[in-house]
């Protein structure tokens, strides 16, 4: 499913180099839950961008569901991400003159869905996250955790092989955060596969495995032993 192979990413600025990720290597299979943890300046971030065809890596290869991702251009990575895969982010990043359904529906646009069926899709979508009453609905008129929900069905609305997030209860309080948890949980046993960054340890019981970063390096990559059921 994901397959990173010495991975470097190299950030420049101002004459100063930077190796935030040095020869990661890192490989998850299908159907896993998998989270990603380490101290603030570890990487986690900079490998979910490039995970999520985000951002680009100075060396080393990425395979993505058997494909080839390393070199691809702007426009064939933006094809890969709107069909293969679904990212959510710590600050939601909804569209705010949009009512929920439209936000939910927008990455079926970009994917050339006739409208009547991205209305049923968006629908279907919101629905899974427990929103179907609020479609008209704009995503300032509505809970913190209920826009992370809008987030997820915006990014599970394409059937994503894989559903990628970075620190996405980061915003939220520790109720709203196991509901979030349920929610990625329900999806990993019906076959999606799910990376997640988190700070905290106990939201990263609720996964199947945790891989610990450390200085731009993966220092630990263990199963979850007694995972905690929602
Ligand atoms: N766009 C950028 N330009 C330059 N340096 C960057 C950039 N983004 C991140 N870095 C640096 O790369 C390193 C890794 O950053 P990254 O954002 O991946 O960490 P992180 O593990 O996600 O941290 P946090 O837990 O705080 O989100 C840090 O030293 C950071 O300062
Ligand atoms: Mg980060």
Redesign the pocket.
């Known amino acids: 499913m994901i397959d990173l192979k010495n991975v470097v990413k190299i ?1 420049r ?1 101002g004459g100063e180099e ?1 190796m ?1 990720l040095k020869h990661v290597n890192l490989h998850i299979a299908e159907g896993e839950f998998t989270s990603i943890m ?11 961008n490039i995970l999520g065809l985000l951002d680009r890596f100075d060396d080393g290869t990425y395979l993505l569901n058997g494909q080839n991702v390393t070199h691809l251009t702007d426009v064939q990575s933006a094809k890969v991400r709107n069909q293969e895969i679904g990212f959510v982010f710590q600050s939601f990043n909804l569209m705010p003159r949009m009512t929920l359904l439209e936000n939910v529906a927008l990455p079926l646009v970009y994917a050339g869905i006739s409208k009547s069926e991205r209305k049923d899709r968006a629908l279907k979508a919101l629905e899974q996250v427990g929103l179907a009453d609020r479609v008209h609905h704009r995503p300032n008129a509505i809970s913190g955790g209920q826009k992370q929900r809008v987030a997820i069905a915006r990014a599970i609305v394409n059937d994503p092989v894989v559903l990628m997030a ?2 996405p209860t980061g915003n939220l309080d520790s109720k709203t955060t196991l509901e979030i948890m349920k929610i990625f949980q329900d999806l990993n046993d019906n076959g999606t596969t799910v990376v997640m ?1 988190t ?1 905290e340890p106990d939201v990263a019981q609720y996964t199947k495995r945790i891989v610990s ?1 450390k200085d ?1 390096e993966i220092i630990a990559d263990n199963p979850v032993s007694e995972r905690k059921k929602l």
């Open positions: 950030y600025t930077l935030a380490g101290p603030s300046g570890s990487g986690k971030s900079t490998m979910m970075d620190e960054v700070h970063f731009g």
